[in-house]
């Protein structure tokens, strides 16, 4: 079965460094997610996208990150200067289509020095 | 705004024994809705999916869920639980119309018990 894959599994950063989570969709899938779950929390939403641009951030998703599809394959979540609140676990998800299931790699674990 | 509940936060049960976690979401429509379980150090794999017709869903593992709009619910059902369901579960909502995002429940940790 298809699967979604996410490199690396642990990510160690010190703060203030640029970090680069990669993430490979489901090939057939046209939509393409962040979402990140804090220790002992609940996993929340960062962006959506679609078409090769942003179709919806939530507001955790500020100036500090950014999403690319640099190819046909990968999809990227740069955070840009890292904060000790950014250590969490990140999972990128992918669907089909709008609505439909997402399914989610099985998460890069980013912790921040 | 859309938004789901969890209440039970942790969970025994024996083996064998059967199994029913609760999920209650507030969404103003007819709303799709899912079970993801995460395995320790695993991601979020779907259990199952609700977007319309027959309220009962049948999923993978053996797990069930019955969709209540009279209750706002969404509870996940198992028979006899087996050692290896030992997960968090987590229910969550996918408002439709324009927007992509799933809304989580802040999950139930379930442990068997042999």
């Known amino acids: 079965e298809p699967e979604v894959t996410q490199t690396p599994s642990h990510q160690v950063t010190q703060m203030g460094q640029e970090v680069i989570l990669r993430c490979v969709p489901i090939s057939n899938h046209l939509y393409f997610y962040w979402y990140r779950q804090i220790l002992g929390q609940k996993v929340e939403f960062l962006v959506s996208f679609y078409n090769n641009e942003i179709s919806e951030k939530s507001e955790i998703f500020d100036d500090q990150f950014s999403v690319e599809r640099p190819d046909g394959s990968n999809f990227t979540l740069k955070i840009r200067s890292t904060k000790l609140e950014d250590s969490a676990m990140y999972f990128c998800?992918?669907?089909?289509?709008?609505?439909?299931?997402?399914?989610f790699g099985d998460g890069t674990r980013l912790s921040i020095l | 705004a859309q938004s789901v509940t969890q209440p039970d936060i942790h969970i025994t049960v024996s083996e064998g024994a059967s199994l029913e976690l609760r999920c209650n979401y507030s969404y103003g429509a007819t709303p799709y809705l899912f079970w993801y379980v995460q395995s320790p150090g695993q991601g979020l794999q779907l259990l199952l999916k609700y977007f319309s017709g027959d309220t009962l869903v049948q999923g993978i593992k053996g797990f069930e869920a019955e969709f209540k709009r009279s209750q706002s619910s969404f509870n996940l059902r198992k028979p006899s639980v087996h050692w290896s369901d030992a997960a968090e579960y987590f229910c969550?909502?996918?408002?439709?119309?324009?927007?992509?995002?799933?809304?989580f429940g802040t999950g139930t940790l379930l442990a068997v018990q042999p």
């Open positions: 969550a909502v996918h408002g439709g119309g324009a927007t992509n995002k799933l809304i």
């Open positions: 998800a992918s669907s089909e289509g709008q609505g439909q299931p997402q399914h």
